[in-house]
């Protein structure tokens, strides 16, 4: 139930949204709200789930579900609609969630009582229910999206170990300790899953890493690159040592751990996420980045990345709409718009691209009791991160809706 029982005389409906913007696809404006509002399923949505064909249980670093509810979902133009890793409503609680449904034989988005649109629930992969040599289930190791594979080598963060050093939109720590995860997956179960996987035709187009930041080494952060690394070469070498569709998101590296990361292995494409574009609200926001690395050392490292990776293989993440957390965000949407896709332009401008999440006010979050932006605020910011990009001549393809679909922005690189 939302925090707010009134929100909906507040803005704009989806309905009211998607015919004002005519250029965005409907498609977009429905998976944007989704994501935001998070979905619940009818006891007749649940009977249409079948285990042996799709997704239910998933391990990542935002995940430890068994439950038989799906993971996700996926309209009829192939976009993805990731509606969190929970697979389920209850943890969006800032506004009333969406109901998936079975109406006339077909699983549909119902909202107050209308149907919104056709969906279907990811299917499961060929690699899912086989185990390692060492005995590890490979659902464990690799998670997949429709047309990805996702490595999560770290499933907790070292900011969170420090405390008032978390980002406090983030739930990698919460979710890690109520489970029982291993805080470290071992690479040579990564290697194997990934190599069993590969063996199913036609699905997967790219391989993603990512995890919590690792801080130590010799240098700081060098134990998180040696553990990329470590992972990336054993994956190359599945490709016979060449470079392959591939993006990681990792802490901001040095430019000698750049080069290192980019001449040892064969990865495509390099991804550290900025999470907010205004230096006061990312100190506020990511403490444990700020004082570590900085705002305008992150961002200068990920324009040393663009002259290692190339112009088109390197950008940065928002979890957008922060910016409008209080008390220090910004007071309008206006404001926080202007801003942002003022600084969006400049990194840009560098030859790095920015995209976006949806923020989803997570349970087990600092920012837990905030309220997201406005369906409208999404759509603008979607609409105004891929223009910046067009202006730019900056493809997103190593981020789009097949190797990633996360991304509301993204999705409209399609058209």
């Not at 965005?24 to 979905?39: L, N, Y």
């Not at 309220?371 to 900056?394: F, M, W």
Request: glycine share 8%; proline share 5%; net charge negative.
């Amino acid at each position: 139930m939302s925090n707010d029982r009134n929100w909906r005389e507040k803005e704009r409906s989806l309905s009211e949204v998607i015919r004002k913007y005519p250029d965005v696809s409907p498609f977009v404006i429905i998976k944007t709200d989704v994501q935001r509002r998070g979905v619940l399923y009818t006891e007749k949505a649940l009977a249409a789930v079948d285990p042996d064909i799709h997704l239910t249980k998933l391990r990542s670093d935002y995940s430890n579900k068994e439950d038989l509810t799906p993971v996700s979902l996926t309209m009829r133009d192939g976009t993805s609609i990731n509606v969190g890793d929970e697979g389920s409503g209850d943890a969006h609680s800032d506004r009333d969630p969406y109901q998936v449904d079975v109406v006339d034989g077909k699983i549909v988005l119902v909202d107050e009582g209308n149907v919104i649109e056709e969906v279907s629930y990811w299917e499961k992969p060929d690699y899912y229910e086989k185990v390692t040599s060492r005995g590890t289930p490979m659902w464990h190791v690799v998670s997949p999206r429709p047309q990805r594979l996702c490595i999560h080598p770290h499933q907790q963060c070292d900011f969170w170990k420090t405390p008032g050093y978390g980002c406090k939109f983030c739930t990698m720590s919460a979710v890690y300790h109520a489970g029982n995860k291993p805080e470290l997956l071992n690479t040579q179960d990564i290697v194997e899953t990934v190599a069993e996987a590969l063996k199913e035709p036609g699905r997967n187009v790219n391989i993603f890493l990512t995890g919590g930041t690792l801080r130590g080494g010799k240098n700081f952060l060098d134990e998180e690159l040696d553990c990329y690394i470590d992972i990336l070469a054993g994956i190359t070498r599945l490709f016979g040592g060449k470079r392959f569709p591939s993006q990681l998101i990792s802490t901001a590296f040095s430019r000698e751990q750049l080069r290192r990361l980019h001449d040892s292995t064969g990865l495509a494409s390099y991804t550290a996420d900025l999470e907010v574009l205004n230096k006061s609200l990312f100190e506020w926001i990511c403490p444990g980045k700020a004082a570590t690395i900085g705002y305008e050392e992150w961002k200068n490292r990920l324009y040393e990345a663009v002259e290692i990776f190339g112009r088109g293989n390197v950008d940065t993440g928002i979890v957008a709409g922060v910016e409008l957390a209080q008390p220090n965000g910004f007071q309008t949407e206006e404001e926080a718009l202007e801003s942002t896709l003022s600084e969006a332009d400049e990194i840009s401008s560098h030859g790095v691209g920015v995209v976006g999440c949806v923020w989803k006010v997570h349970p087990g979050s600092v920012f837990r009791k905030q309220t997201s932006p406005s369906l409208e605020y999404y759509v603008r910011l979607a609409r105004g991160l891929d223009q910046i990009r067009r202006k730019y001549n900056l493809s997103i393809d190593m981020d789009n809706y097949r190797r990633c679909g996360n991304h509301p922005d993204t999705d409209l690189s399609r058209i």
